[in-house]
């Protein structure tokens, strides 16, 4: 019965999402207050109907209800309680489900907690959320219903991708598609402020709080399926350049661009439309993806179903969101003046700098990802773009950024003295310098290139705290003084510098994991001996074990340095029934240095197994550097002035508005 009451939910939410995507829309273009009105409760409304319509999904892959074609195709009697519910996201038409679930969420949110916004402009704002609703809902309902029925229902199902058995991604998806969904609330606010022709301060601060949760719930679903890759699949990368991954990370480029632009436009009324246009291509982009997963361009360990027919039904809804949102920006954007002057040595021209450097990247990551199915569609050539490109082009374009990162906070807005700031840095300066020197002499081997990078990652730590030293001033002034700047230092500035000192943190992880790693792959036999990175591996020798839905072999690896014992390291090979597939999970050492990484594979025969050793220098430094800078997300989150608006002007009619409003 759970299912039936899921699916009329799930259908009514669509009716509520036409009702929500036109009614105040109209009433907001006429000045009707009842209609205006009507979006705040059918927003709640609509996220009621979608939960309904999760929680009669999720009870039947609890209960394992295998009359529901689903559940069949996804999961299995013998799954653990944890994967049976993260099943209901781990397929095409349950991670639909939950798409929309979140994207009924975050207009609620406004609905709930908008109250600082101007009525009609929240009836636009929730209007146009409500027919990127209609969009998911209608291709979820016509192309990928979750709730058919098998008849006659199967003794059993088919299982879950045991890849997907884990709980790294387990929860990788939610934070993903939180992300993903989050930015179709600036993308709302963006086509909202078009509409009225109000773009200002008011509409800058209205619009961070959404994009910085978002952001925040994307960097931890990109780390969390970078974490995963690592450990889960054997050979301990931990990002591949993989189209899917690329797809997730082009909005989190583009969503970072965002909400720095955003401050300009709060602080110097300036870079109104290029963050208008910003706000348009980051949701666009998060449809990229979806697109890319659910369309069957991609043969990919992410990708999520293979119908051509849903992909054509994808692709017409994501032309239709980009080319309606582009159209109108082209409409408006002539109209639009340009704010505030500032000198390109300024705060405001470093926030530039930093844009064109992120969107370079993006457009790069963009290239790299789509030049081969571009390339195949028109002539049928196949070609593969790899690390290899990306590396090379990507990986330039952050060295400007992040040197740049340590000195834009110490410049003032309008009109900066570059010197003046350079000279404050000069103890970050030192610690890189000194960084630098130290890791030529312990790596006298090289890679040399990554030796200043290693440099790089201290200048934007060490800068990062420089910078918060100067607003407490912090050795210029008695202590007290400093605490009392402390406490009241606005949390949106501690939160700054704490992301700043995570991508540092994040850049030494990358640099020392990709220079420096070792492996050595071998068969060995118990009581074999194999040394890495000054390490010994004695084989103990391999046992079968049984799992609740799988069976192992379990290798185990006794580590020592220098005659001292380190560790015991547990590797399994696993072979799961249903669906049949065999499995790595390595066995990890996180050391502050570096990861201890063993795997073992396939028997050899006379009792040796294939083996797989890996040294990984400051590896968990990446995912480290990941959530301090989530952390720091979080922390400018909290903080009050995100959640009050700016004063709002008179208004003035809507001709006048506009003429006045933009870059």
Known sequence: ??????????????????????????????????????????????????????????????????????????SHSAKPMLYKISGVWGNHEGSLVLWVLILALFGAGVALFGRNLPPAFRARVLAVQALIA??????????????????????????LNPLLQDPGLAFHPPFLYLGYVGFSIAYSFAVAALLEGRVDAAWARWVRPWTLAAWCALTVGI???????????????WWFWDP????????????TALLHSAIVVEKRDTLKSWTILLAILTFSLSLLGTFLVRSGVLTSVHAFATDPTRGVFILAFFVLVVAGSLALYAWR?????????FQPVSREGALVLNNLLLATACGTVFLGTLYPLFLDALTGDKVSVGPPFFNLTFGPLMVPLIAAMAVGPMLSWKRADLAGALARLKFAFAAALLATLAAAALAHRGPWLAIPLLGLGVWAITGSLVELAERLKLFRAPLSDSLSRAGHLPRAAWGMSLAHAGMGVMLLGVVGASAWQQEQLQVMRPGQQATLAGYSFTFRGARPVQGPNYS???????????????????????????????????????????????????????????????????????????????????????????????????????????AGAGD
Request: proline share 7%.
């Open 244 to 255: 899917v991954e690329n797809a997730s990370f082009m909005p989190w480029l583009s969503g």
């Open 1 to 74: 019965m759970w299912v039936e009451v899921g699916h009329f939910a799930f259908a009514m939410a669509l009716v509520v999402a036409l009702v929500q995507g036109t009614l105040p829309l109209l009433g907001a273009h006429r000045g009707d207050a009842g209609l205006i009105a009507l979006a705040r409760p059918a927003a709640v409304l609509q996220l009621v109907l979608v939960a309904v319509a999760f929680a009669g999904l999720t009870q039947a892959y609890v209960t394992s209800d295998f009359s529901v074609l689903n559940v069949v195709n996804n």
């Open 552 to 658: 192992a072999i379990e290798g185990s690896f006794q580590v020592t340095r220098d005659g001292r014992e380190v560790g015991l390291l547990v590797s399994q090979s696993r072979t799961f029934r249903n669906p049949p597939m065999q499995t790595s999970e390595a066995a990890i050492r996180p050391r502050p240095s570096g990861d201890l990484y063993a795997v073992i594979g396939e028997p050899a025969g006379d009792g040796g197994y294939a083996t797989r050793l890996y040294h990984k220098p400051l590896v968990h430094w990446i995912w480290g550097g990941a959530m301090i800078m989530v952390l720091g997300g979080l922390l400018s989150l909290s903080d009050r002035r995100l959640r009050v608006g700016s004063p709002v002007r008179r208004r003035a009619p809507a001709g006048v508005a506009l």
């Open 134 to 159: 209609v969009g998911f809902l209608a291709f979820s309902l016509f192309t990928s219903n979750p709730f058919l029925r098998a008849l006659p229902p199967p003794a059993d199902g088919n299982g």
């Open 333 to 341: 954007a002539p109209a639009l003046k340009p704010g505030g002057l």
């Open 223 to 237: 780390a969390l399926g970078s974490w995963w890759a690592y450990y889960e699949l054997g050979w301990g990368g």
